[in-house]
Structure formats: C-alpha cells, structure tokens
C-alpha cells in the first residue's frame, strides 16, 4: 500500500527533438521533470561560442515575439468577447513567423476597427445627451442662448461653407457632432462642456457664421430639433451596423482565434521549459520522475520516434549515481487509488503528501472516514438521500454537481453506511417508531428475541446502554490510534530509523505503554484485577521511553558505524554526551507527555458518541414537534409534514456537514499525527494546460 514506485529517466537528444520529446511527454502525463540547480553542462562552463550566443539571442527574441503575440490574442479576445473554449494545446501546431504574422495583421485590424466603433459610441452619446437636453428646454419660453447657458451641452447654431463641412468633421473627429440642416452650409453643432474650447476653435478656422435669432424668438429652432433627431438615428444605426459586424467578425473568427491561442500557449510554454533545461549548442538533457509503470512504454515510444538520435538512462530512486546531480531532493509522490478509495485521497493530500516509500493512508483513511460518519449519522431515510446524491453526482456531466464528481464513492459509502446504522438504531427521517415492526422481525430472526431495535442510544430506563456506547467509541479510538502506530514503526522501519522505531512515544515502546495500559482499564472495567505482570507491562515500556534519546543516540552512532564511517554533516570522533540530570529531566517530560498524548488522543473519539446522541436527540426533537402539530394545529397533517421536511433537511445539511468535519478533524489529530511526521513533494508531471 506505498505510493507508485517511481523511476528517474535521463534522456539526451538534439535541440532539433526536444519540442516534439515535451509535446509528447505532456500528453501521457507521466513526467516530472527534474529541473537543473547548477551551472550548464561541463563543456559549455565559462565559454560560449558566437553561434551558441546568437542561438540564445534569437530564443529571448522569439520568447518575447510569442509574449506580445499572446497579449494581442488576449486583447482581440476581450475586443470581439471570444471565450477559450474547447482549447486543445496538445493537438495545436508550432507558432512560426508566418501565423504570428497573422496574429499582428488581425490584431492592427480590430485595434482600427475598435477606435472606430468607440467613437461612434462616443458621439451617439453626446448626440443623446444632446437631444434629451433640448427637448427639456424646447418649451421654455426663454431665449436660445439663455437656454444654451443652462444646458449641460454647448451647441451652436450657424452657417458654413459646405465644402468645409468634411473637413470640420475630420478636424472634431468624436469631440463633437456637427449636422447639417440644409444643402446651404446651415449646421447645428454640439459637443460636451469640456469640448466647447475645441469646438469654438475649429468653427473659427471653418469660417463659421453664427445665426442671430430673431429678438422676439423663444425656446429651440424646429429645424434644429429636426436635424439633431435625424442625425442621432443615423448614429444609433451605424453603432448597431457596426456592433452586427463585430458579432459576425467574432462568429468569423472564433475557430481561427482558438487554434492561434493554443498554438502560441504551446510554444510559450515549451520555450520557457527549454529554458530551464541543461544544453549544448547541438543537445539538452532532460531528466525526470517517471512511474515504473510507464517506463517501459515512454522508452519504447522515444525509440519508435528518434530511432538512435536519443539516449536514455534509468536510475531507481536510492542510486547514487542518479540522485547526485539532485542532492537533498526527494522523490515526488503519486497516490494512485482506484474505485471507492481514490475519492479519500483528497482528505490526505489536504494535510500533506506522504514521504516517497512511505504506507499510503487513503485506504485506512476510506474505512474510517466511512465507519465514523455511520456511527455519528445513523438514519435509514438521511442516509438513503445522501447515497441518493452520490449516484446523481456520478451521473451528472454538467452543472455544479459536476465538480464533485470525483468524491461520489464518498457520498454513496457515508450514505450506505448511515443506512446501515439507522438500521440498527431504528431511525427513519428522525421517525424512530415507522420501523419497529422491521426491527423486531429482523431481531428475532438474528438475535433469537423481538426487540424493538438491535441499539438504544437514548438512555431510557437506565443509562447504561449510552454508557457502553461511549465504551465502544472509545473503543474505535483504541482500534485508530493503534493502526496509526503500526503505520509509523513500518514507516520508520522501512527508512532504517531503528531509534524512533523502537523507542520514542509513537514507536514501539509508546505502543506497548498504550496497549497495555489500555488493557489494564478493560480489565478492571470487567471486573478483572492487576497484578504484578502489569509493573513488568507498563515498567518495560516506561523504562524505554524515559532513557528515549540515550537509546536513539547509541541506535544511531550503531547506525554510522554499520555505515562505515563518516556520513554527510556528521563529525568524525564526536558523540552527542548529555548529563545525567539532562537524561533525566527528558525522561520526565517524555514520560508526561507520552500519557497525556495517548490519554486526549484516546478520549478525543468520545465526541464520535456525543454526536451520534445529538443526532438522536435532535432527530427526537423534530419527530415530537411534528406530532404535537398534527395533533393540536389547524391543518396538523400539513404542517406536520413540513416540521418534518424542514428539519430533515436542516439535519442532512447541518449536521451533516458538522459531522464529516468532524470525521475529518478526528483523523487529522488522532490518527494522521502518529506517522505523519514529514511530508513528501506530491508528483507534479508537465502537462501544458489551456
């Protein structure tokens, strides 16, 4: 039950194959790549020729060539509102000059295309402000320039040379409107308040000719009124012709816009690994983390593609020779679950990754998680419609159920697994009588009694069942704690750490100090007695754990010496020397803190029958609500169902959710803390994500 073995692959090939050597390794996710942390190959160290520094010239250009290619893809994307979907890098083609030529001819176009389609967006608003304004004023018997004054737009009435009027246009460009009234040079300008310096600048030069209204005038000129209306709908009609082109331009466009973004993502991506990677002018040298499982078939595909332009070298994880060049790394680690317990390795790597050779804890973690949840959240109906929920998680393709679809066996197994505990207790959507003749029918064919249910958590005449049910899930704590010791002496085995093995608190010595104490208390729970079989029992252990660190030192100096001398970082000659009131005052403490440790570690899972209570108590709660409706409201059969409704729901989401923090809370402190002393690097293989 260890994590995949894993394989350190070296390969050397021509700078010509590495693009098609990452692109293929990127689409079987399966290799990590191994990252150089030192100076480039021997014979390129100090030295680079002229070819070799134009080589590197020329990749810093193309990388900075497929950066601003990239970012004109993103602008033409928000300009046209392209999404990238259905993206496939691993079926996109290389970038070459021709497409990022392309690229930049399409993203001058829309660049052109979008001043164009603001401006008009612009002056349709300054012609709708102007418009609104005017109608406001229209009917006021004020004179226009007192109305002009007021108005939050300054418009001009005037004549001009007609011929001048395109180039007055050009001139104001999206500062201001200018329309005409008539074929004789009669215009009404407009433009915002903080566009009138410019607007009277230009009128200047264009010769304008400002309209004097008659003295008696009042309100807006009708022809002014007219044009400006007329001319805020050709505006309104060349912003929409013009929004209809982009929609078909984006139709147009899309399919091209997605194979040019995943073609430069790709060749960004492969560039920037080349990067990193240790080279010659002519060859790289690629090394990496490979599941043993795929080894055979990645060294069979490289062949078929390069034939002799590649050489590959295999190295297991505890060679010298392949983990000199990686000193002090450690080998990445894949969890490779199937089934029903692939949806709890979640729940593992959320606290860490395992050290590489270490046991994986996912199947442990997959029957606790399961059995804890069923004890704290026993409910035949609850339970159903939490299995419910995992087989439509399981079907569904779309959605937001569709996020969890990975963690389905995890819902169908807590479902199941409250189904079978309601069973027992004989709760059905918190109705604690509905099953009773079930109960006593299964009873009497298993047991050989009727019983109204095979469990009483509630105490009802006296509490001794609820006081053998906290026995029992203290019980549970004895059976988890004890796996997770098991886990860290086989781990600690497995490294050669017979120190920590045998005698620190979660080895053996802890172990067997945590056993039989624990049987002691059964015994005298029982009714049995002590005897002195127990000093020897808890002396031995006690006596191990309180000289811990002059065992683990005499283990260790064993340990170099078997070696054969000096290891890295150790000095030669010299022993750790403690004194006497040092080893001590440490057995003391680790004595104190080995009792207290497994004490609260054990009598944590009370909480396992202090929820499972409060379920019942709380399932006992919505059942006599409902009844008392029914039986004393107006219309008692509807409200009763929806008491009962209501709370069901409020236990299967609330509590539900309480308790599987909870289970996960208990394996976290109780359980992963026994060996999960250190963590490993979790395996992270090159895969070029859209």
């Given at each position: 039950?260890?994590?995949?073995?894993?394989r350190?692959?070296?390969?050397?090939?021509?700078?010509?194959d590495?693009d098609s050597a990452l692109?293929?390794?990127?689409?079987?996710?399966?290799?990590q790549?191994?990252?150089?942390?030192?100076?480039?190959?021997?014979?390129?160290?100090?030295?680079?020729t002229?070819?070799?520094?134009?080589?590197?010239?020329?990749?810093?250009?193309?990388?900075a060539?497929l950066d601003?290619?990239l970012?004109?893809?993103g602008?033409?994307?928000?300009?046209?509102?392209?999404?990238?979907?259905?993206m496939?890098l691993?079926?996109?083609?290389?970038?070459?000059?021709?497409?990022?030529d392309?690229?930049d001819?399409?993203?001058s176009?829309?660049?052109?295309?979008e001043?164009?389609?603001?401006a008009q967006?612009?002056?349709l608003?300054d012609?709708?402000?102007?418009?609104?304004?005017?109608?406001?004023f229209a009917g006021l018997?004020?004179?226009f320039?007192?109305?002009?004054k007021?108005?939050f737009?300054?418009?001009?009435?005037?004549?001009v040379?007609?011929?001048?009027i395109?180039?007055?246009?050009?001139?104001?460009d999206?500062r201001?409107?200018?329309?005409?009234?008539?074929n004789a040079?009669?215009?009404?300008?407009?433009?915002?308040?903080?566009?009138?310096f410019?607007l009277?600048?230009?009128?200047?030069k264009?010769?304008?000719?400002?309209?004097?209204?008659?003295?008696d005038?009042?309100?807006?000129?009708?022809d002014?009124?007219?044009?400006?209306?007329?001319?805020?709908g050709e505006a309104?009609e060349?912003?929409a012709?013009?929004?209809s082109?982009?929609k078909?331009?984006?139709d147009?466009?899309?399919?091209?816009?997605?194979?040019?973004?995943?073609s430069v993502k790709?060749?960004r991506?492969?560039?920037?690994?080349?990067?990193?990677?240790e080279g010659t002018?002519?060859v790289y040298?690629?090394?990496?983390?490979?599941?043993s499982?795929s080894v055979?078939?990645l060294?069979?595909d490289f062949?078929?593609m390069?034939?002799?332009?590649?050489?590959i070298?295999?190295y297991?994880?505890?060679d010298?020779?392949?983990?000199?060049?990686?000193?002090?790394?450690?080998?990445?680690?894949?969890?490779k679950q199937?089934?029903?317990?692939?949806?709890?390795?979640?729940?593992?790597l959320?606290?860490?990754?395992?050290?590489?050779?270490?046991?994986?804890?996912?199947?442990?973690?997959a029957?606790?998680?399961?059995?804890?949840?069923a004890?704290?959240f026993?409910?035949l109906?609850?339970?159903?419609?939490?299995?419910?929920?995992?087989?439509?998680?399981?079907?569904?393709?779309?959605?937001?159920?569709r996020n969890?679809?990975?963690?389905?066996p995890?819902?169908?197994?807590?479902g199941?697994?409250?189904?079978?505990?309601?069973?027992?207790?004989?709760?059905?959507?918190s109705d604690?009588?509905l099953?009773?003749?079930?109960?006593?029918?299964l009873t009497?064919?298993?047991?050989?009694?009727?019983?109204?249910?095979?469990l009483?958590?509630?105490?009802?005449?006296?509490?001794?069942?609820m006081?053998?049910?906290?026995?029992?899930?203290?019980g549970?704590g004895?059976?988890?704690?004890?796996?997770?010791?098991?886990?860290?002496?086989?781990?600690?085995?497995?490294?050669?750490?017979?120190?920590?093995?045998?005698?620190?608190?979660?080895g053996?010595?802890?172990?067997?100090?945590?056993?039989?104490?624990?049987?002691?208390?059964?015994?005298v729970?029982?009714g049995?007695?002590?005897?002195?079989i127990d000093?020897?029992?808890?002396?031995?252990?006690?006596l191990?754990?309180?000289f811990?660190k002059?065992?683990?030192?005499?283990?260790?100096?064993?340990?170099r010496?078997?070696?054969?001398?000096?290891?890295?970082?150790?000095?030669?000659?010299?022993?750790?020397?403690?004194?006497?009131?040092?080893?001590?005052?440490?057995?003391l403490?680790?004595?104190i803190?080995?009792?207290?440790?497994y004490a609260?570690?054990?009598?944590?899972?009370?909480?396992?029958?202090a929820?499972?209570?409060a379920?019942?108590?709380?399932?006992?709660?919505?059942?006599?609500m409902a009844?008392?409706?029914r039986?004393?409201?107006p219309g008692?059969?509807?409200?009763?169902?929806?008491?009962?409704l209501?709370?069901?729901?409020?236990?299967?989401?609330?509590e539900?959710?309480?308790v599987t923090?909870q289970?996960?809370?208990?394996?976290y402190?109780?359980?992963?803390?026994?060996?999960?002393?250190?963590?490993?690097q979790?395996?992270?293989?090159?895969r070029f994500?859209?």
């Amino acid at each position: 039950m260890s994590s995949t073995a894993m394989r350190r692959m070296e390969l050397l090939l021509l700078k010509s194959d590495i693009d098609s050597a990452l692109r293929y390794l990127a689409s079987k996710n399966c290799f990590q790549i191994i990252f150089p942390v030192v100076s480039p190959l021997p014979e390129t160290k100090g030295k680079q020729t002229s070819a070799a520094a134009e080589a590197v010239a020329s990749e810093e250009a193309y990388l900075a060539r497929l950066d601003g290619a990239l970012a004109k893809l993103g602008q033409l994307g928000t300009c046209l509102g392209l999404r990238q979907e259905d993206m496939d890098l691993g079926a996109a083609r290389l970038p070459d000059e021709a497409l990022l030529d392309e690229i930049d001819a399409i993203s001058s176009s829309c660049a052109e295309n979008e001043q164009v389609s603001l401006a008009q967006k612009r002056k349709l608003d300054d012609l709708e402000e102007s418009l609104r304004e005017l109608r406001a004023f229209a009917g006021l018997s004020l004179p226009f320039e007192d109305i002009s004054k007021l108005s939050f737009v300054s418009m001009r009435l005037g004549k001009v040379d007609p011929e001048k009027i395109p180039a007055l246009n050009r001139s104001l460009d999206d500062r201001a409107a200018i329309i005409p009234m008539d074929n004789a040079g009669s215009i009404v300008a407009v433009a915002s308040r903080k566009g009138r310096f410019a607007l009277e600048t230009e009128l200047a030069k264009a010769g304008f000719v400002k309209m004097n209204m008659p003295p008696d005038f009042r309100g807006v000129p009708a022809d002014a009124l007219a044009a400006l209306q007329t001319s805020y709908g050709e505006a309104k009609e060349n912003v929409a012709a013009l929004e209809s082109r982009r929609k078909a331009e984006a139709d147009r466009i899309s399919p091209t816009w997605v194979a040019m973004l995943s073609s430069v993502k790709l060749g960004r991506a492969l560039k920037k690994v080349e990067k990193k990677l240790e080279g010659t002018e002519l060859v790289y040298r690629l090394a990496g983390w490979v599941p043993s499982v795929s080894v055979e078939t990645l060294i069979k595909d490289f062949q078929s593609m390069f034939g002799d332009r590649i050489a590959i070298r295999l190295y297991d994880p505890g060679d010298e020779e392949g983990n000199s060049a990686q000193k002090g790394r450690e080998v990445p680690v894949l969890l490779k679950q199937s089934g029903f317990v692939s949806a709890f390795q979640g729940i593992v790597l959320s606290y860490g990754t395992p050290v590489y050779g270490d046991i994986d804890p996912t199947p442990f973690v997959a029957f606790f998680f399961t059995f804890l949840f069923a004890v704290m959240f026993g409910d035949l109906g609850q339970g159903a419609v939490i299995l419910g929920l995992g087989l439509l998680i399981s079907k569904s393709e779309k959605g937001l159920l569709r996020n969890y679809k990975k963690y389905w066996p995890a819902f169908v197994a807590a479902g199941a697994g409250s189904m079978f505990m309601g069973l027992l207790v004989g709760s059905f959507f918190s109705d604690e009588k509905l099953l009773i003749p079930l109960e006593r029918f299964l009873t009497g064919l298993t047991l050989g009694a009727p019983r109204d249910r095979f469990l009483d958590i509630m105490p009802s005449n006296s509490l001794g069942s609820m006081f053998y049910f906290f026995g029992f899930t203290v019980g549970i704590g004895f059976l988890i704690n004890s796996t997770g010791l098991v886990i860290n002496m086989i781990n600690l085995a497995r490294k050669k750490k017979w120190g920590e093995a045998l005698f620190s608190k979660t080895g053996l010595s802890g172990a067997l100090l945590f056993w039989w104490a624990s049987g002691m208390g059964l015994r005298v729970i029982l009714g049995g007695k002590l005897g002195w079989i127990d000093l020897i029992g808890l002396g031995v252990p006690l006596l191990a754990l309180f000289f811990t660190k002059p065992f683990e030192n005499v283990m260790t100096a064993a340990e170099r010496k078997h070696r054969g001398g000096e290891a890295s970082g150790e000095r030669n000659g010299e022993s750790e020397k403690a004194s006497a009131i040092d080893v001590l005052v440490g057995g003391l403490v680790e004595i104190i803190e080995t009792f207290s440790y497994y004490a609260s570690n054990t009598m944590s899972f009370l909480r396992v029958a202090a929820f499972a209570l409060a379920h019942a108590v709380l399932s006992f709660v919505v059942f006599t609500m409902a009844e008392l409706v029914r039986t004393r409201a107006p219309g008692g059969v509807v409200f009763q169902f929806l008491i009962f409704l209501v709370g069901n729901l409020i236990i299967i989401s609330l509590e539900g959710l309480i308790v599987t923090i909870q289970v996960i809370r208990l394996q976290y402190y109780e359980f992963f803390s026994k060996f999960f002393t250190q963590t490993g690097q979790a395996f992270d293989p090159i895969r070029f994500e859209p």
